[in-house]
């Protein structure tokens, strides 16, 4: 990809076609927010919510992979401290480009051992479950053609992969539209905020079809609440 100054802002002239679609989808490209703000339109809270944050989209990432050990690195720490954490892994293991670095891959990772995760950063539960999770014969890829149910009960079979992570790798990945990470901290704090409601498995019926989306905007919601 090339980037060059345009009148004020910048032109874009695209490089690999292949990468087009991971970018489309990192960008959020599978869900459709027209019928979700049609579908939002008789809620009075999610109503305002789309109108306020009209267009957003959750990014998706793009490999199955760096979704699990990124949700690994983000359980039970703040943002800042698991955006340092993999930003010391990606040093430590990734790919260097011009400018930046790639994330490593699964097969760099399953040569590493755990002591090496825990001096970027990693506790050692955390680092014994990223290096299992390279070091399994779970097919990743294959994950996509299964239904909710199955790729959750796969993710959960392993070390370290509870509900938490397999709900946002539905969430974030896969962008299966039932996809509600009850268990989330954010997410409660957000039910609660705009519904009163302590409990966020009790809307789960309400936005089905749309709860993947709903989650996100309630989150963003809370975010920019005043």
Do not use: C
Not at 58 to 74: G, K, M, Q, R, W
């Amino acid at each position: 990809m090339r980037i060059e100054p345009a009148g004020g802002g910048v032109r874009i002239a695209p490089g690999e076609q292949a990468l087009a679609e991971r970018v489309r989808r990192y960008l959020g490209s599978p869900f459709d927010l027209d019928a979700f703000a049609a579908f939002a339109a008789a809620d009075p809270v999610l109503g305002v919510l789309v109108e306020r944050l009209q267009g957003l989209r959750p990014p998706l990432a793009p490999d199955p992979f760096e979704a699990l050990v990124t949700s690994i690195t983000a359980q039970q720490v703040s943002l800042r401290a698991a955006f340092a954490i993999r930003n010391r892994l990606i040093a430590a293991f990734g790919v260097p480009f011009e400018h930046a670095w790639a994330f490593p891959t699964r097969e760099r990772l399953a040569l590493a051992e755990p002591a090496e995760l825990v001096a970027v950063g990693f506790s050692r539960r955390k680092a014994d479950y990223t290096v299992g999770l390279a070091r399994s014969d779970l097919d990743l890829e294959g994950l996509s053609a299964l239904s909710d149910s199955e790729v959750k009960a796969r993710l959960v079979a392993l070390p370290g992969i509870g509900e938490w992570t397999a709900d946002w790798f539905l969430a974030r990945h896969l962008a299966r539209p039932d996809a509600w990470p009850a268990g989330d901290l954010g997410l409660r704090k957000a039910v609660l905020h705009f519904y009163g409601v302590t409990d966020p498995r009790a809307l789960n019926a309400q936005f089905s079809r749309f709860a993947n989306l709903a989650a996100h905007y309630l989150l963003v919601g809370l975010r920019v609440s005043p």
